[in-house]
């Protein structure tokens, strides 16, 4: 069972237009949400993260909205270069006694075209 | 840049061969974790380890184990490696300060053929 779910598979955007990336979640002891990004031949890199007692948190381009009551956490990056095209990975991890693994999400791969 | 490192990048091996995946880290952090990466780029926890001596299964079903002598040191060992170990093979640590959270680093991973 996917307990973090990640849409869409792929995007392809425009030089200059909006990314946006959506994941779902169902566990509530979740209390921690980064962003991943991944380039080819290299490993995930954190980009941005999030906890669940705000609802937005912005770094330069990129923005996580978050929303506790649905269970939903998007990732937008404004202004999208092609230098931003990678896959990138939400995830999760619960507090039980400590810190646990992250659970990912499928990945979306993005491609920004000029 | 992070300091976690896996050797080899790359490893084309025969079947029923026996194979250990490196990876080191000289951050001093207590949790270390393997991950497995399939073509279609999601991410499955394999095993993961709180500090020395501690190993735990992940989530994914593996037929490999690891090992946590040192803390800077998490190596992963298929026994008998199949065609359907091919995958990537990705090593992260992370701080281990009780209740903070915070940020896993990868290892740039070690893409593993079993032929």
Known sequence: ?114 | EADIYQTPRYLVIGTGKKITLECSQTMGHDKMYWYQQDPGMELHLIHYSYGVNSTEKGDLSSESTVSRIRTEHFPLTLESARPSHTSQYLCASSEGTGWSHTEAFFGQGTRLTVV
């Open chain 1, 1 to 114: 069972q996917q307990q973090v779910k990640q849409s869409p598979q792929s995007l392809i955007v425009q030089k200059g237009g909006i990314s946006i990336i959506n994941c779902a979640y169902e566990n509530t002891a979740f209390d921690y949400f980064p962003w991943y990004q991944q380039f080819p031949g290299k490993g995930p890199a954190l980009l941005i993260a999030i906890r669940p007692d705000v609802s937005e948190k912005k770094e330069g381009r990129f923005t996580i909205s978050f929303n506790k009551s649905a269970k939903q956490f998007s990732l937008h990056i404004m202004d999208s270069q092609p230098g931003d095209s990678a896959t990138y990975f939400c995830a999760a991890r619960r507090r039980w006694g400590g810190n646990t693994p992250l659970v990912f999400g499928k990945g979306t791969r993005l491609s920004v075209i000029a």
